[in-house]
């Protein structure tokens, strides 16, 4: 990943952004608020109609801000028209001239900003090769793949050297090979620009493939920003921990004396707890490859939250089994586990369940976002 440069007076800010659109009982952008380093990879992460297409559209200025600000290197332009933000957007519909070849295709930008011919031709072969399509410049559009496709708008849209460049879900449209691929070349022309890319996507893969940080939006709300491992180690809300990757779920109330969450007459133990928590609802969130499973109980080291459960269901992913799990109270879980290693226990069969304290979240509900019920009886000892 490319470092973020620190200088305030470069990069963008948004500042308590919300729009509403008529008729329409909520904002669809609400009171948001980010700033966004030059230089770094920031990705808009969260499901259809959370508001992340929204923001970014009024960042590109095709939407209208209803409230709040927009700085671009200083500069507040919230109210300037699109071509005057000096912004290059990418979009999931590449919107290729049919009847132009890739070059001129790419050059079309630098002709609106009437460049000289001699330069738009070196800038154009310059880009083309970034993007590795120098031998089909003299090509139309309908003569290439949808990734070659892909490729020409994004030289489109970076040829002009712009302040930043916005993409919406720029690989939804192709197939999982092709988007792998073209993820390793976002990642490549981010690194060898040095531009601030914001990238919009409901896929949490790409999203912790390419970025340096991610905003998850929610109902029109950033739920939480930060580094990839960071929002999918420690989550701070439900929602964030069930929509950036799977997740178990353990209900219970927060006891910060104590350290642990209480669940009923049953506990699980909490480090690093919230004070802002204490007394209230709260769920320990451990991810599936953080839990380990037992044949025998007293194979369980110390220190450990542990539970039973049922083996629902063993499934070969390749590199490893995904374990379907129920535990005491109905509620179902998951855990993974290496293949080459001897799975303690079949389906039908009982296991013991146990994880590192360490390796949990507890977090709130958050907006939206179903709070799962105790997963098991948990010995007030444990």
């Known amino acids: 990943m490319n470092p973020t440069v620190n200088d305030s007076s470069r990069g963008i800010r948004i500042k308590g952004v919300s729009k509403v659109y008529s008729g329409t009982a909520r904002p669809a952008v609400d009171a948001v608020s980010l700033d966004i380093a030059h230089g770094e990879f920031m990705t808009f992460l969260g499901p259809s109609g959370s508001g992340k297409t929204t923001m970014l559209s009024m960042l590109a200025g095709f ?12 500069r507040d332009v919230s109210r300037l028209k699109p071509h005057k933000r000096d912004l290059g957007v990418v979009f999931q519909q590449y919107a290729l001239f049919p009847h132009l070849s890739v070059a001129r295709n790419v050059a079309f930008p630098l002709q609106q900003r009437r460049m000289r011919k001699a330069d738009i031709a070196a ?16 090509r139309l559009p309908g003569h290439l793949s949808g990734g070659q496709q892909q490729r020409v708008a994004l030289a489109r849209a970076v040829v002009y050297q712009p302040r930043a460049l916005l993409m919406d879900e720029p690989l939804g449209a192709l197939d999982k090979r092709l988007r792998d691929r073209l993820q390793r070349e976002i990642a490549r022309m981010h690194r060898e620009l040095g531009m601030t890319f914001i990238f919009v996507t409901h896929d949490q893969h790409e999203a912790l493939t390419l970025s340096d940080r991610i905003a998850v939006f929610n109902e029109g709300r950033i739920e939480q920003v930060g580094a990839p491992a960071e929002l999918y180690e420690r989550p701070e809300t439900l929602f964030v921990a069930q929509f950036l990757g799977e997740s ?22 909490a480090p690093r707890l919230d004070p802002r928590l204490d007394r209230a609802e709260g769920v320990a969130v451990v991810r599936p490859e953080r839990l380990s499973l037992h044949g025998d109980a007293a194979d369980v080291a110390s220190g450990r939250n542990r539970l039973g459960a049922t083996v629902t269901e063993v499934v070969y992913v390749g590199d490893r089994h995904q374990v379907g799990l129920r535990f005491a109270d109905g ?3 998951t855990a993974t586990h290496p293949v080459g290693s001897p799975l303690p226990a079949m389906p039908g ?4 369940v146990s994880w590192d304290p360490e390796h949990q979240s507890i977090v709130t509900g958050g907006a939206g976002a179903p709070v799962p019920p105790v997963a098991a009886e948990i010995p007030a000892d444990a």
């Open 63 to 74: 939407v209208s801000v209803s409230a709040g600000s927009i700085e671009i290197d200083g």
């Open 123 to 138: 800038k154009v072969a310059e880009t083309l090769e970034l993007v590795h399509l120098g031998p089909y410049a003299d």
């Open 248 to 269: 178990n779920g353990f209900r219970g109330t927060v006891d910060k004396a104590a350290g642990v969450l209480r669940c009923g007459a049953h506990a699980l133990r």
């Open 331 to 333: 509620t179902t879980g």
């Open 349 to 352: 069969e009982c296991v013991t």
